[in-house]
């Protein structure tokens, strides 16, 4: 079964500096991977998607992830950090399709890495 | 689009009574998904629906709760008798068909604020 696991529940950057976010997921198919958003008091928000293609995804707000195969992960990064951008971050990686032993289909979520960003 | 809408957005009710969330999905989409998110627990998914058909509810926490989707522009999540335990913030979501590989974006609604006491 797929899994998703996001190293650090908490990181804190100041602003202005590199944001990384990281993700590793188990699957044992080629995944389509996620990065959501969550604003305090909010509902989860999709940041960029990865699902074929160029390995290099762009999102929104200047975040982009990189897939990388060879080491399952899927890390988040920003260039230069704003205070706008303080919030709960989640990765998912999709539930394999029937094809592939599934079911109809479903995300499976990391626990969320929350980001300070201080001024 | 409207996007997901959710209904009522915050509920505050007393422990036993019966309570019921409610979903419109974005048109056209036919997977929607019920989660629950605390601060202990995290982000949970309780069930999914494919063209109206519960496909999982392995994570619905006991048969107090339950969920009914009888066309493709509404669902409802109750809980009955509720329990303080049942307090956190209830999202349902909802996406197109899967592909072969897996499955697309998933759309959240704002979320439901319930609190028992």
């Known amino acids: 079964a797929q899994s998703v696991t996001q190293l650090g529940s908490h990181v804190s950057v100041s602003e202005g500096a590199l944001v990384l976010l990281r993700c590793n997921y188990s699957s044992s198919v080629p995944p389509y991977l996620f990065w959501y958003v969550q604003y305090p008091n909010q509902g989860l928000q999709l940041l960029l998607k990865?699902?074929?293609?160029?390995?290099l995804v762009k999102g929104i707000n200047g975040f982009e992830a990189e897939f990388k195969k060879s080491e399952t992960s899927f890390h988040l990064t920003k260039p230069s950090a704003h205070m706008s951008d303080a919030a709960e971050y989640f990765c998912a990686v999709s539930e394999n399709g029937w094809n592939y032993g599934g079911s109809q289909g479903n995300l499976i979520f990391g626990k969320g890495t929350k980001l300070s960003v201080k001024p | 689009d409207a996007g997901v809408i959710q209904s009522p957005r915050h509920e505050v009710t007393e422990m036993g009574q019966e309570v019921t969330l409610r979903c419109k999905p974005i048109?056209?989409?036919?997977?929607l998904f019920w989660y629950r998110q605390t601060m202990m627990r995290g982000l949970e998914l309780l069930i999914y629906?494919?063209?109206?058909?519960?496909?999982?509810d392995s994570g619905m926490p006991e048969d107090r709760f339950s969920a009914k989707m009888p066309n493709a522009s509404f669902s409802t999540l109750k809980i009955q008798p509720s329990e303080p335990r049942d307090s956190a913030v209830y999202f349902c979501?909802?996406?197109?068909?899967?592909?072969?590989?897996?499955?697309?974006?998933?759309?959240f609604g704002p979320g439901t604020r319930l609190t028992v006491l």
């Open positions: 629906f494919n063209n109206n058909v519960p496909i999982d």
């Open positions: 048109s056209g989409h036919n997977s």
């Open positions: 979501a909802s996406s197109l068909e899967v592909d072969i590989y897996g499955t697309d974006t998933q759309y």
């Open positions: 990865y699902t074929t293609g160029a390995t």
